[in-house]
Every structure is written in C-alpha cells, then in structure tokens.
C-alpha cells in the first residue's frame, strides 16, 4: 500500500499545481539501499512521499528538486566516493543503480485516477515510463505479461532507448482469521509492513475485531465460507488464529486448496496433530497439509501475543522475498 500513497500524493499534488517529479529505482547492482520499483515523489514545496532508500542520495534529490530532470530520463548512479562528480550518489555501499526521473503533467491526470481505482477494484495494470512518458494499462492476472511483472519490474536499457515497467494496483494483502489479541498485534505489524490487512471473525459482537483500528477491512463471516472465497494471486497471504480448533480446521479446511503462497496455522503441536486428522478424514491428502506452514512464525522463543505477531510477520516477509513465490506463479 505504500506504492498507493505515492501514487495519491502524485495526484493531489497536481491538482494543486505543485508539479510533483517522480524519482523511481529502476535497476540495481551490487549493494544499494533502495530496490527496484522503489519510489518518491517532490513538489516543488519540497514535501515528499515514499522513499528511495533514505540516506543523503534521497535528501539531494528533495533539497536539488530544481535541479532534477524535467524531460523522463534514467541516470546510472553510483554508491561510491570516487566515482565522477555526475554519477557519484552519495552513498559508499559500493554498488549502483539507475535511477528515473519524470515531472508529472496535468495530462497524467486521467491516468493517475484509473491507477488509483485500480487498488479499490483490487484489479491489475502495467504501468511503463518511457522516453515518451508514462502509460497505464489494465490487464487481468492470468496474463503472462502481468506474471511476468508481478514478483519484480523490468528495466530495459540500451544506447539508444530505455523502458521501465511494474504492476500497480495488486497489494499485498494478509487475510487475519481471528479478530482477538493475536489477531490485533498481527494486524499493527502488518499494516507498518504496508499490507492491506482484512481481519475475519465470526462473532457480531466481539467489540475489539468490530474497532480493530489497524484493519483495512473488518469482516464478520463464517471462517469456511469466506476462507473458501480467497483471492488467488501471488500477493495474498492467509494466517488461521481463532479462539478454537474446529474454527482453525474451518479455515485451513476452505483455503487449502487455493492458489497462494502462504497459508499459516497458529496452534500447539498437539491442536495442530488433531486438525490434520480431521482434514486426512476430508479427503485431503499428507502432500496438501504440507502447503500448511504449522505451527506459524519464526521460531524465536516468543512468549506474548505481540512477540507472535513479529514471528509470523517475520515468516510473511521471508516468504514474500523468497522465490517460492516466483516458483508457484507462472
């Protein structure tokens, strides 16, 4: 979701002709604190939104807005002292990247606003910046294209002309079966992680699920039906914490077989033995309850609900960067 605050901030900006710039990490090499697809946004107040990796190369770019490109352009910059004075970025990591700039016009506007709607339709797009300006396209998941995207953007450069290209609008989204403590501490952390965080419970009246103030969605529902309903895409994440067993079972029981990359199952070793015997009674198989990660989280000896929450957390991130997703996903 942090991709959708730059991309808001772009839009207000212009509509108060504050002639916002983009600065995006196209490509890195080496050792660089930013990553590709990582973005800002100046106007000419020197506000800011987003980051490209902090440090004094993300403070030149805000204090030098004059003097950043007008016309969409790529420089190489590199992390290191000794290079020359117009390539050197400030930073001694030793590595490089290149580095777009693109002034955004009053014309963008239309397209800010579709890629915008995008996040509520919870639909998918390319977006591509070229020598020619910036261009949106809606596509739908099930495009190679858009798997192609989807893990990480590309970057084509070459003497004469250069291309950068990502997917907008699919956030990474985890699914919280569990409106109690454990499921509030897991929605805090991952709202900082800049998840979109649904949480599910099945009581009406459970007042801390109904004022969970981290949650971007509060549902109340029964935890098969709506597990049954999951989203199947590379971004979804799904961890069953509910208040009992058979509500654990409800929830593994209608995700299991559905196309995403984590599925997590909070409980003792004990509950845990107890709910594969009754998924193998489904007719689910032992190769299937291997997709399960059980127990969820880290091990890191944790002991209060908020030291779960970073464990599972923790394991979500480890998933999200690894290739397994990439793996799962053609």
Known sequence: MKDYLVWKA???????????????IAAISGSSPGKPGFKMVVNKRKEFQGTVGGAIMEANFIRGYENLPIAPSVRKLVHNPKAPPDKKSGLNCAGTQHTLFYKLKEEDIPLLENLLALYSKESY?????DPNGIKLEECQLSEGKVMELVHSPKFEISSENWRYQEVVGLPHTIYIFGGGHTGIALSRIMKSLHFKVIVIDDRPDLEMHLSNP????????????YASKLPENPRTYAVACTYSKLNDTKVVKGALRKNIPFLGLMGSKAK?????????S????????????????????????EEIAISIAAQIIQTKNSHKIRDSFH
């Open 10 to 24: 772009c839009l207000d900006w212009l509509n108060h002709d504050l002639d916002p710039k983009i600065i995006l």
């Open 125 to 129: 797009g390319i977006l591509t910046i």
């Open 214 to 225: 981290y949650a971007d969605e509060v549902i109340v529902a029964d935890f098969y039906e």
């Open 272 to 280: 845990i033995s107890m709910i594969w015997k009754d998924l193998l």
């Open 282 to 305: 489904f007719g689910f198989s032992e190769e299937e309850l291997k997709r399960v990660i059980a127990p969820v989280g880290l091990p890191i000896n944790d002991e209060t609900v």
